[in-house]
């Protein structure tokens, strides 16, 4: 990595497109790597943050998006330590570190220590009413199950050697265990279809199991520690008991919601011209820099001031596409086809004398065999202290996804009134909710199809010709926000090494 920039009449002039996360962590690596750099980030539309907002309704806090961060890998927490935030951090409650499945219209718990598709402990599925006799007798037979003979050499398998996780659950766990468990863990993490999903790029970890011992079960069992709140693998409760469904022994989020993150990073963004409202049309070459065609009337196209000596282009993948356009075309192309779903959010919250049910865990997800109109739902109050006043609860509904994108279409009204509906029957609600909040994410999510990685080998061999362009986000080694940040401030980090590298 370069040394930072200590050389006043250094002031390489560096562009950053894009106000999310990912955008918002390379500016700050930026100042950090060349102080005396002159930064512009363009924002399309009227704040920072991307998909991250949180909002206040009747005196509850509602997530607009995503309401929590891994803290492994640790560089979203890293940069709350950086920002002031890290003191500011509340993890979930103990009590309560479980989900439940829907299963012939019921809540049942989903199996004590099962992770996805990892079977941590066998006594709690084999008491499970998550699974029939006949799922529970096909999942024992997993370590007897011949292990895949391609595949494993290759850093980035392509469609040929790549599988996806609908055929690797079935193939080791059975038809049962992917249909009633991890195809709805997996739509409530990814929006996506497990028929689709590429195994090598979401769930390596899995594929390693299989590769180095042949089994899951036989990895999972013989290599199980005892319960470390800090081990992304076993992140249960103080009462040693293994979380289900979900690590949520390393979820955090900041007290006053995720807009706090995005607020602290930018108040350590006084150096960086911010435009908001100023979408970019396109990036061209031009004479080893790189021109911006801004769409904004203040800002004039002919000038020298739109001209870049490095470009970081923290964007979802179709509209990096559209701006490479006409400059760089293999590399749009490529771009372009990285695929997106899209949701909507509905936050509802009733009076906890509403609720039936004892909500003894942190949500449900819902198996697309039980032909409901929701994907999952997340008793966001219960997980973190805050988000609802006192004697109520604040739950979230997510609808569409990849496997029923028409029906994030439907008019608000029409959302609140399916996810309270599909509420009331679940949890045995009584009355209407007290407040409601909808908000729509389409083609916000990048979908890993069987195949990424050998597509992102290709983006990022062609971006290496071009050693002042960078690219950040989620569409490539990750979707989740420490992915974002570490993609952010790695992009910082390659464009600093060029720019220092040229003026020695």
């Not at 390379?26 to 005396?36: G, N, V, Y």
């Not at 196209?301 to 006409?326: E, F, G, H, W």
């Not at 490539?476 to 060029?498: K, M, T």
């Amino acid at each position: 990595m370069a040394s930072p920039d200590t050389t006043p009449s250094a002031a390489p002039r560096v562009a950053i497109v894009g106000g999310g996360v990912s955008a918002l962590a390379a500016a700050r690596r930026l100042i950090e790597l060349l102080p005396h750099a002159a930064i512009d980030l363009f924002e399309a539309s009227d704040r920072l943050g991307g998909i991250l907002n949180t909002v206040q309704r009747g005196g509850f806090l509602i997530e607009q998006s995503a309401d929590n961060f891994l803290i492994k890998p640790p560089a979203a927490l890293d940069l709350c330590g950086k920002v002031g935030l890290q003191g500011d951090l509340l993890t979930t409650d103990e009590s309560r570190r479980r989900a439940f499945v829907v299963r012939s219209g019921k809540l049942v718990p989903i199996p004590e220590g099962f992770y996805l598709m990892s079977p941590r402990r066998l006594w709690p599925i084999l008491t499970s009413p998550a699974l029939s006799l006949r799922g529970k007798l096909r999942l024992l037979l997993e370590p007897f199950i011949p292990r895949r003979k391609s595949g494993f050499a290759d850093d980035a398998p392509d469609q040929n050697s790549d599988e996806s996780v609908a055929a690797f659950a079935r193939r080791r766990l059975g038809r049962e265990v992917f249909e009633q468990l991890v195809q709805p863990l997996v739509a409530g993490i990814y929006t996506a279809d497990p028929e689709q999903l590429s195994m090598a790029a979401t769930m390596p970890q899995f594929r390693e199991y299989e590769r180095s011992s042949g089994s899951l079960l036989r990895a999972t069992l013989r290599f199980r520690r005892p319960v470390d709140a800090n081990d992304g693998a076993s992140a249960g409760d103080h009462t040693g008991r293994a979380a289900s469904g979900a690590r949520y022994g390393l979820f955090v989020t900041p007290k006053d919601g995720m807009s706090s993150l995005v607020g602290n990073i930018s108040s350590q963004l006084s150096q960086v011209n911010i435009h908001l409202n100023a979408p970019i049309a396109g990036v061209h070459v031009e004479a080893n820099r790189w021109r911006l065609q801004i769409n904004a009337s203040q800002l004039d196209n002919d000038s020298q001031s739109n001209l870049y000596d490095a470009a970081i282009l923290a964007l979802p993948a179709p509209a990096a596409a559209k701006v490479l356009k006409t400059s760089i075309v293999d590399l749009a192309n490529e771009l372009s086809a990285i695929d997106y779903a899209g949701c909507a959010v509905i936050s509802l919250g009733f009076r906890r004398t509403q609720i039936s049910h004892p909500l003894d865990g942190f949500g449900f997800v819902v198996p697309e065999n039980e032909r409901r109109r929701i994907i999952a739902g997340s008793f966001a109050s219960l997980k973190f202290p805050g988000r609802a006043p006192e004697h109520h609860v604040l739950i979230r509904v997510f609808i569409g996804g990849a496997l029923q994108p028409e029906m994030q279409r439907l008019p608000d009204d029409e959302l609140i009134r399916i996810a309270t509906e599909e509420l009331t029957e679940l949890l045995q609600i009584t009355g209407s909710p007290v407040v409601t909040d909808v908000a729509r994410w389409p083609n916000s999510m990048p979908q890993y199809h069987v195949g990424h990685l050998a597509r992102v080998r290709r983006i990022e061999q062609i971006v290496t010709q071009h050693p002042t362009l960078a690219l950040a986000g989620n569409a490539y080694r990750g979707v989740g926000i420490p992915h974002c940040v570490l993609s952010g401030e790695s992009a910082a980090s390659r464009i600093a090494d060029s720019l220092f590298s040229s003026r020695k």
